[in-house]
T-cell receptor, first 115, second 112 residues
Framework: AQKITQTQPGMFVQEKEAVTLDCTYDTSDQSYGLFWYKQPSSGEMIFLIYQGSYDEQNATEGRYSLNFQKARKSANLVISASQLGDSAMYFCAMREMAGRRALTFGSGTRLQVQP | NAGVTQTPKFRILKIGQSMTLQCTQDMNHNYMYWYRQDPGMGLKLIYYSVGAGITDKGEVPNGYNVSRSTTEDFPLRLELAAPSQTSVYFC???????????FGPGTRLTVL
């Protein structure tokens, strides 16, 4: 069974600074996908970034980058130059590559950006 | 494209009542999912479908039923609502490729 662990229930960061949100995962599959979603207080799930298990380069999307360390089974999200609008819940998730291809989510990290 | 739409956005049920949460996608995706999110938690899979006429259970299926008669629609039925079903329900769809899953806006359900 797949499992996602996010050990930081809450994080604070100063505006314009970088922040790293931790995510570790456990799976016996060789092929999988790793996702980060943002959930603002309005409640919707916003896709941020994706990393495939066979991707050699770390994924980047604007101010978001994914620090993928396969041997350590970690997929940390790095947000550079934090903005007030980054305050939200952040979820790490893993997707099965076969079968139902559903997402398994971690418990989330609440990020608060301070001015 | 409207993407994934869900109705209603909010609903309050009394214990023992039943209701159907609607989900529609207009992207011709084969894969569709229902997740629930309890307060302060991540999402958990209730049911999923890999195509019209094919559905299967996820991690937390008890108290729910689904059907998939068309590619577009994937309704979730709650029978005999219980307070433990108070949650936010998200519908999602995917074309099957590994890097995309699209979420609806969610339905906030309270059972009193």
């Amino acid at each position: 069974a797949q499992k996602i662990t996010q050990t930081q229930p809450g994080m604070f960061v100063q505006e314009k600074e970088a922040v790293t949100l931790d995510c570790t995962y456990d799976t016996s599959d060789q092929s999988y996908g790793l996702f980060w979603y943002k959930q603002p207080s309005s409640g919707e799930m916003i896709f941020l970034i994706y990393q495939g298990s066979y991707d050699e380069q770390n994924a980047t999307e604007g101010r978001y980058s994914l620090n993928f360390q396969k041997a350590r089974k970690s997929a940390n999200l790095v947000i550079s130059a934090s903005q007030l609008g980054d305050s939200a819940m952040y979820f790490c998730a893993m997707r099965e590559m076969a079968g139902r291809r559903a997402l398994t989510f971690g418990s989330g990290t609440r990020l608060q950006v301070q001015p | 494209n409207a993407g994934v739409t869900q109705t209603p956005k909010f609903r309050i049920l009394k214990i023992g009542q039943s209701m159907t949460l609607q989900c529609t996608q207009d992207m011709n995706h084969n894969y569709m999912y229902w997740y629930r999110q309890d307060p302060g938690m991540g999402l958990k899979l209730i049911y999923y479908s890999v195509g019209a006429g094919i559905t299967d259970k996820g991690e937390v299926p008890n108290g729910y039923n689904v059907s998939r008669s068309t590619t577009e629609d994937f309704p979730l039925r709650l029978e005999l609502a219980a307070p433990s079903q108070t949650s936010v329900y998200f519908c999602a769809s995917s074309p099957g490729s590994f890097n995309e899953q699209f979420f609806g806006p969610g339905t906030r359900l309270t059972v009193l």
